[in-house]
């Protein structure tokens, strides 16, 4: 994945802002660095609403990483709450690394799993609250069923209080969030069972233990005077109110210490355990009665006077944010505002913007992923030496195996966050974020909400886009045929108008051109409507193909056999070639097609000098006419070539002459020749022969016909005589080129 060197780790985590997650993500990148690791932390902000497209959108962070390229793993599987995204996870890294996988705080067959005794801590803390606080009825506030830690101590609870000989019933437990907005919900549970007061509430984790005493005091319950309340994992919060929560402390970083322990005696060949262990203990506190009131008021308001004026500082830092997002329209202006969240957050060190290449992401799967093999470095923020912000658009593709453009990589160890960047199911690609020293708590918050609102503004700038390409697409086809892609009537006769309004101000010339498809009519009543947009499909590209040659042009279809062709500056000659170079394209054409049926056109063109105004229908008018004039003239050339390319088309494998073919006609077989020549460029002759030739290579490809029987039905009587024919014209002898289409393997017998 990195070039530099060193080993990179993999961690999966979900919602690396929380007190668990972001302790142990930041001690990890303490130790990948002390060690000479490369790091890369792969988070999520979880499931959001019970969306399922928004869930989809989460589970895609599992398609960043390259698996193979990771030497460890560390998984906190128990901070997901996407069961299905825990399940793809699993699966992946079964399929598709040998390295060892590490789990910390959730057991899981297959990994080495670092674990604490969550069991015994808070059969310790029932003990405490019988012990020294003669509790009797204890009620117990849980969190999800999917947590293994949380199971593992709402049964140390239940398997103490049984021990112990409580009063206690199923009822008894609730089941929280892990939370702050659990206490009333959890508060008006507990408080609905019959009889008592219970004695202690014992919640899972301390965010809801702090969110239970908060509404006891609300409700006049006095902790511990009426109530006592425990939490679980010492998070810095529980130091910071009134009563401090009695809780469990379970230092996070010890297991990131111990998980990088394992990836070490690993990379040294050591055996290792299936399990470690982590040590805890039990911090008592004013919640439960044990703290020594007011000997910490001090420190713990300085600290809550400090995170307050980091949170309105955040709250205005989001705010702006939101409203200066809500304007953005275009890829352009997201460095201003990506320095702007990088001076409000600084300790950032570099993060960068990796898109899908093109921007895409609807049906734009490759091997089954929502990102793109390529992916595109769209944006890289950083301080420079001055340590002033600077915010580049390299718009550099790099394979997405990489994670990084190889020159954007250091040689030092490389530490990234990496979170999935979508709206919905939609995946745009990929951040990735480097903080100084690590300190991810300084801007977590708002870090997630500053990515969620961005991937809004990469789907607004997406919808603008599309929006603007249905517009123009919308456009294109009120003006253009779809079939021909030329001007329709409507954006011809528009267009036109405004080059004869511009040509006759300036006063230069406006060469016009008229081409009628004089059989149209009768090949739509004799071959169908298939083959009348198969001709006028035909003729727009000959006429398409002949004007690239020719600079400014207008090209468009006015009536159903009509098209006509403008053209700047044009003098008299270039006029007269563009007529008959269109002739010649289409008499290719018919040549080339082998149809039962030859197109017929009629031609004319004239040079408008526009000193006076005039009407674009005047100016079509006047070529109409000479259209008119030309075509009796030419009428009976193009005629009795037509009825000599038929008389061959029908008669090849027979042996007839030019002679034979100007019989057919009633006229000279010298008159036919010049006619021919004319019409076609090429002689009689010359037709007879490529034709037939055309026929025996088709012969040659689908039929187990001997070469002779070939030679004689495409009108040769000499075998020898065809294939030095066929040998002239295409290169190679009939039976080396059976061979290599490779239809007959052996001449047949």
Not at 24 to 31: D, L, S, T
Not at 154 to 182: A, C, H, K, M, Q
Not at 285 to 296: A, E, I, Y
Request: aromatic share 12%.
């Amino acid at each position: 994945m990195f070039e530099n060197g060193r080993k990179t780790i993999g961690m999966f985590v979900c919602k690396a802002t929380e007190y668990f997650q972001r302790t142990v993500c930041k001690a990890m990148a303490e130790q990948a660095e002390q060690w000479d690791y490369n790091l890369i932390i792969f988070t999520t902000f979880g499931e959001y609403d019970h969306n399922k497209e928004y869930i989809t959108g989460e589970c895609n962070m599992l398609d960043i990483p390259c698996y193979e390229k990771l030497d460890a793993v560390v998984l906190l599987l128990d901070t997901f709450d996407i069961p299905e995204m825990v399940e793809q996870l699993l699966h992946r890294l079964k399929e598709r690394i040998t390295c060892p996988v590490i789990s910390i705080r959730k057991k899981q067959e297959g990994c080495i799993n670092i674990l604490s005794h969550d069991k015994e801590e808070i059969s310790r803390m029932v003990d405490h609250m019988v012990d020294f606080h003669q509790a009797e009825k204890i009620y117990y506030l849980s969190g999800p069923a999917h947590m293994y830690d949380i199971v593992s101590r709402e049964e140390g609870f239940r398997e103490t209080v049984v021990r112990r000989g409580l009063d206690f019933d199923e009822s008894y437990i609730y089941p929280g969030n892990l939370w702050y907005d659990v206490g009333e919900r959890a508060v008006d549970y507990f408080l609905s069972l019959p009889g008592r007061l219970p004695d202690a509430i014992l919640c899972a984790n301390d965010y809801m233990a702090i969110s239970v005493c908060e509404e006891l005091n609300r409700r006049h319950i006095d902790v511990p005077g009426d109530i006592r309340i425990t939490g679980f994992d010492d998070v810095v919060e529980a130091r910071q109110i009134y009563p401090q929560i009695t809780t469990v402390r379970v230092k996070p970083e010890d297991f990131a210490i111990r998980a990088m322990e394992v990836i070490r005696q690993y990379d040294r060949g050591e055996t290792l355990d299936e399990v470690y262990w982590i040590g805890s203990q039990n911090e008592y506190r004013d919640s439960c009665g044990c703290g020594q009131p007011g000997k910490n008021l001090v420190t713990m308001f300085r600290q809550l006077l400090e995170n307050n004026r980091r949170l309105i500082h955040l709250g205005k830092q989001n705010t702006f944010m939101v409203f200066r997002m809500e304007s953005i329209t275009q890829y352009g202006e997201l460095p201003d505002l990506i320095g702007k969240f990088i001076e409000g957050n600084e300790g950032v060190e570099n993060f960068f913007i990796c898109l899908n290449e093109g921007n895409r992401y609807e049906n734009q799967k490759e091997e089954g992923s929502p990102f793109t093999r390529d992916m595109m470095l769209a944006i890289h923020a950083h301080y420079n030496d001055a340590h002033v912000i600077e915010v580049d658009m390299p718009r550099e593709l790099f394979d997405r195996r990489q994670l990084l453009p190889a020159a954007f990589q250091r040689t030092a160890p490389q530490i990234y966050y990496v979170n999935p960047m979508h709206y919905k199911e939609h995946s745009f690609g990929y951040a990735l974020i480097a903080f100084e020293h690590h300190q991810f708590r300084e801007c977590g918050d708002f870090y997630q909400s500053f990515l969620i609102n961005l991937s809004s503004v990469l789907q607004t700038i997406w919808l603008q886009k599309h929006i603007r390409q249905l517009n123009e697409e919308k456009f294109h086809l009120l003006r253009y045929e779809r079939e021909t892609d030329i001007y329709n009537q409507y954006g011809f006769l528009e267009e036109v108008s405004e080059w004869v309004r511009t040509a006759c101000e300036q006063k230069y010339s406006l060469a016009f051109f008229c081409i009628q498809i004089v059989n149209l009519q009768k090949i739509t009543e004799q071959y169908g409507w298939t083959e009348k947009d198969y001709v006028i499909s035909g003729v727009a590209a000959a006429i398409r193909n002949v004007m690239m040659e020719y600079g400014e042009h207008i090209i468009g279809r006015v009536g159903e056999n009509e098209f006509y062709i403008v053209g700047k500056n044009k003098s008299k000659e270039e006029q007269k070639d563009i007529e008959k170079q269109v002739i010649t394209a289409v008499n290719k054409m018919n040549l080339e097609w082998d149809k039962e049926y030859l197109v017929e056109i009629s031609s004319g063109g004239q040079v408008q000098n526009m000193k006076q105004s005039l009407g674009v229908e005047e100016c079509l008018r006047r070529v109409q006419v000479k259209v008119n004039q030309n075509f009796p003239a030419k009428n009976n050339t193009r005629k009795y070539s037509n009825e000599a390319v038929q008389f061959i088309r029908r008669n090849y494998y027979r042996n007839f002459s030019a002679q034979d073919i100007a019989d057919s006609i009633g006229i000279t077989r010298g008159y036919l020749s010049l006619c021919f020549k004319e019409v076609f460029q090429l002689s009689l002759q010359e037709y007879i022969t490529d034709y037939r030739l055309k026929k025996a290579k088709e012969m040659l490809v689908d039929s187990d016909m001997k070469i002779k029987e070939i030679a004689f039905y495409t009108g040769y009587q000499d075998e020898l005589y065809f294939s030095k024919a066929f040998k002239k014209k295409y290169g190679i002898s009939p039976r080396a080129f059976r061979q290599e289409s490779g239809s007959v393997r052996e001449e047949p017998s």
